[in-house]
C-alpha cells in the first residue's frame, strides 16, 4: 500500500469516514487503490490497518417500506382532492362508494411485505451484521429496497410482493441457452435486468474504499414465496430469486469482511444512499 501524506490536487472523499476533502486539503494519498483517507481517521488507531478503521460517523438504517408507503400516500391524497372536487349530491354519493383501485392498494401492500422482510431480516442475521432499507440512489429515480452488509459480502434485496411459483426457463435453441425468470407462468426477466443500476451504484460507493473486490449479492425476495419441502432458490443471469429466510441463512456465512470491513462499507453506503424516509 503506497501511501503518502499531501495537499490534494483534487477534492475527494475519506474512504472511512466519507467526509468531503476539498483540494488542497492535507490528506492521506493511497496511489495504489486511487482514494484518500482524511487525517482524523489516519490518526484514529495506528496499529489498525487503514482500510479497515471504525468509522466514526452514526449509521442511518433507513425506515423499511418507506418508498411504497410515500407512493400509496401519494396516490391517495391525489385521489382525495379529486373527489372533494366534485360538487353536490353527487360528489357525496361518490365519496361514500369510493373503493381504492388495486393500483393503489398495491403499494400498501408492497410497504407492509417490506416491513414483515425487515423484521425477519433483523431477527435473524448475526451480530455484527447491518441492514440499511430504503436507499435513495443520487441521479436517479429509483431505490434500493433492502442492502445487507455482512462477512459474507453486501447483499442487495429487491423486495416483491408477487404471487405464483417461481422458476427459471431455458428458452434458447438447441445450441443456446437463455435462462428466464417465470413467475406464476409469466417472464418476469425484467425484474433481473433491474439489477444493474443498484449493483453499479453500491460498486461505486465500495471502489474508492479499497474494497472493490468485496463481494456483491443481487437477490430478489418473494414475500408471499410458498416453498415447498425441496424448494431451492432459483438464479438468472447471477441473480438469485428466493425468500427471506434462506436469505438469512446465506448472508450469516462466513466469508472476506472483517467485522471493521464490515462496519465501513456500512457507514459509507449509509452516506452515499441515504435513507429515503
Not at 401519494?74 to 381504492?100: F, H, N, S, Y
Not at 416491513?115 to 440512489?137: I, Y
Not at 426477466?189 to 463481494?215: H, I, S
Request: glycine residues 8%; hydrophobic residues 40%; contains cysteine.
Amino acid at each position: 500500500m503506497a501511501l503518502k501524506q499531501m495537499a490534494l490536487r483534487y477534492a475527494g472523499t475519506c474512504r472511512v469516514c466519507a467526509v468531503e476533502l476539498p483540494a488542497r486539503t492535507q490528506a492521506v494519498y493511497d496511489s495504489e487503490a486511487k482514494n484518500v483517507l482524511c487525517l482524523q481517521c489516519r490518526d484514529r488507531d495506528p496499529a489498525e490497518p487503514l482500510g479497515f478503521l471504525p468509522p466514526p460517523q452514526p449509521i442511518d438504517h433507513g425506515v423499511a417500506g418507506a418508498g411504497p408507503q410515500a407512493e400509496y400516500e401519494r396516490r391517495t391524497a391525489k385521489r382525495q382532492k379529486e373527489l372533494d372536487a366534485i360538487p353536490g349530491l353527487r360528489g357525496k354519493l361518490v365519496r361514500a362508494l369510493d373503493k381504492e383501485p388495486q393500483s393503489t392498494t398495491a403499494w400498501a401492500k408492497g410497504a407492509e411485505g417490506e416491513r414483515r422482510l425487515a423484521s425477519t431480516l433483523e431477527a435473524g442475521l448475526t451480530t455484527g451484521a447491518v441492514v440499511l432499507h430504503s436507499r435513495k440512489v443520487p441521479k436517479t429515480r429509483g431505490d434500493i429496497d433492502h442492502l445487507i452488509v455482512a462477512s459474507s459480502g453486501i447483499w442487495i434485496a429487491d423486495a416483491k410482493n408477487y404471487q405464483g411459483r417461481v422458476e427459471g426457463r431455458d428458452v434458447g435453441g438447441w445450441r443456446t441457452s437463455d435462462v428466464r425468470l417465470y413467475v406464476n407462468g409469466r417472464d418476469q426477466t425484467k425484474l433481473v435486468d433491474n439489477f444493474e443500476w443498484q449493483v453499479a451504484a453500491v460498486r461505486a460507493v465500495l471502489d474508492p474504499m479499497g474494497f472493490g473486490e468485496a463481494p456483491i449479492h443481487p437477490v430478489l425476495l418473494f414475500t408471499q414465496w410458498k416453498k415447498g419441502l425441496f424448494e431451492k432458490p432459483v438464479t438468472v443471469r447471477g441473480v438469485r430469486a428466493m425468500w427471506a429466510s434462506r436469505l438469512v441463512e446465506l448472508a450469516n456465512e462466513p466469508g472476506p469482511l472483517s467485522p471493521d470491513a464490515v462496519r465501513a462499507i456500512a457507514t459509507q453506503l449509509s452516506a452515499k444512499l441515504p435513507s429515503k424516509a
